[in-house]
């Protein structure tokens, strides 16, 4: 569901409206997009910002054009019998974590004035049947993911996101070259693709359960997915993509205080980079031209 705006916007024709031939092609934790995009295979890829940071400081000249995720989506969940509502509450707990989240997770507990080895962290993957099991207390989970699959079970939870506790990081920025941004022709079709991107996340938005519908049935209708279970994620999706700032500005547009709570969140993971090193905002401007909805 995180990428159901391109696809809808494709399923809708927005990118041949904008006379362009797009092809949306899958990602996921198997395919590395900076290389990608740095090396010109893609026009534009859709990634962290803090694996953009990285990869920009290794050298791949790369820039964050617009975001989707505004609200990172990484979060605290635990059962509603047994609630945790607070980072200080885990103190003492068990937290069922994967083994590539436990040095964010200690970097937030350290940046709280949380000693991280008052945490129990016990490794698990991305399934929560440990904390159903009582194997943990807590567990590291996405707000659309976890909470919305043990809904649908019937399994209450309380759950809070980490960006409560400083965790600024957008997640699903659409990512260009240095060299698409001095190319004047590849720069005017990334505007239109975002342009695109933009009415595909509004038409999304608006009626999420005919997007998910599509998801399921034409772009992922490989992958067996749940329908109800898609368009509950779908929901879930509303308030990560459409904040007070993208209200205020238009979907995928990047505000000056959302830049600089990133560039704060990536000091505290140890990754010095500039917001103008990091971020181009002209296009997303353009493409909107004025308006805050296309």
């Known amino acids: 569901m995180e990428n159901m705006g391109p696809y809808v916007a494709d399923d809708s024709g927005f990118y041949t409206d904008e006379g362009l031939n797009m092809t949306i092609s899958p990602g996921g934790p198997s395919v590395s997009i900076p290389p990608l995009v740095a090396s010109g295979k893609v026009l534009i890829g859709l990634d962290s910002v803090d ?31 047994a609630p945790i509502t607070t980072l200080a509450e885990l103190s003492g707990k068990r937290l069922c974590i994967q083994t590539s989240g436990v040095d964010l997770f200690k970097t937030v507990l350290t940046s709280n004035q949380i000693d991280p080895e008052s945490v129990t962290f016990v490794t698990a993957d991305f399934d929560p049947a440990p904390l159903i099991a009582g194997d943990c207390d807590a567990f590291l989970s996405f707000l659309n993911n976890q909470p919305v699959a043990l809904a649908q079970e019937g399994i209450p939870t309380e759950v809070f996101p980490l960006s409560d506790y400083g965790y600024h990081a957008w997640a699903d920025v659409y990512v260009v070259s240095g060299e698409t941004l001095a190319n004047p022709a590849k720069r005017e079709s990334v505007v239109k693709a975002l342009r695109a991107s933009v009415r595909g996340w509004q038409k999304a938005l608006k009626d999420s359960d005919a997007a998910a519908k599509l998801i399921v049935k034409t ?12 368009q509950l994620a779908a929901k879930a999706y509303q308030s990560l993509v459409e904040t007070p700032d993208t209200r205020s500005n238009g979907l995928l547009t990047m ?3 959302g830049i600089a709570q990133n560039i704060d969140t990536l000091k505290m993971l140890g990754i010095d980079v500039s917001a103008d ?13 004025g308006k805050k909805s296309l």
């Not at 989707?68 to 990484?74: E, G, H, I, K």
């Not at 090193?277 to 401007?285: A, M, P």
């Open 219 to 230: 772009y992922g209708k490989d992958l067996n997915l749940d329908l109800e279970n898609q």
């Open 277 to 289: 090193d990091l971020f181009d905002t002209s296009l997303i401007t353009e493409a909107f031209a």
């Open 255 to 257: 505000s000056d205080a």
């Open 51 to 81: 694996t953009v940071a990285k990869a920009r400081l290794a050298g791949a000249d790369l820039k964050i054009v617009a975001a989707s995720l505004q609200v990172n989506p990484t979060s605290v969940m635990s059962l509603a019998s």
